[in-house]
């Protein structure tokens, strides 16, 4: 059974910087899409990025590209959020979550597909 386990949110000024972490237990990551996401108060989950850890094609939504980027490490337990130039809409909750990789689906992130889910970790920006 695919645990995940976010970790990292923090408190961080406007144009900061902070890396979330999302490590896998129970299972390495060699087959799986790996979606970042976020909530803030009063607005609705929102897909962040997403990860194919087969091909590495990644995918970010429009307002964080450019800004954000997600990897994974060598061992393949633990997928990265690297998140610059944050903003204070940047604010909410910052969940992970896990698909198995399917020859007939495209390597996308939708949030009902995902079968795993972790936790989440907050990042508060605020000056």
């Known amino acids: 059974q695919l645990q995940l386990v976010e970790s990292g949110g923090e408190m961080v000024q406007p144009g900061g910087s902070v890396t979330l972490s999302c490590q896998a237990s129970?299972?390495?990551?060699?087959?799986?899409?790996i979606g970042w996401f976020r909530q803030a108060p009063g607005k609705e989950r929102e897909e962040v990025s997403c990860?194919?850890?087969?091909?590495?094609?990644?995918d970010y939504s429009e307002s964080v590209k450019g800004r954000f980027t997600t990897f994974r490490d060598n061992a393949k337990t633990t997928v990265y959020l690297r998140m610059s130039s944050l903003k204070p809409e940047d604010t909410a909750v910052y969940y992970c979550?896990?698909?198995?990789?399917?020859?007939?689906?495209?390597?996308?992130?939708?949030?009902?597909?995902?079968?795993?889910w972790g936790k989440g970790t907050q990042v508060t920006v605020s000056a």
């Open positions: 979550a896990a698909r198995l990789f399917r020859a007939d689906a495209p390597s996308q992130c939708p949030a009902d597909d995902m079968d795993y």
């Open positions: 129970g299972v390495t990551l060699d087959y799986y899409l």
């Open positions: 990860i194919d850890l087969i091909s590495s094609y990644t």
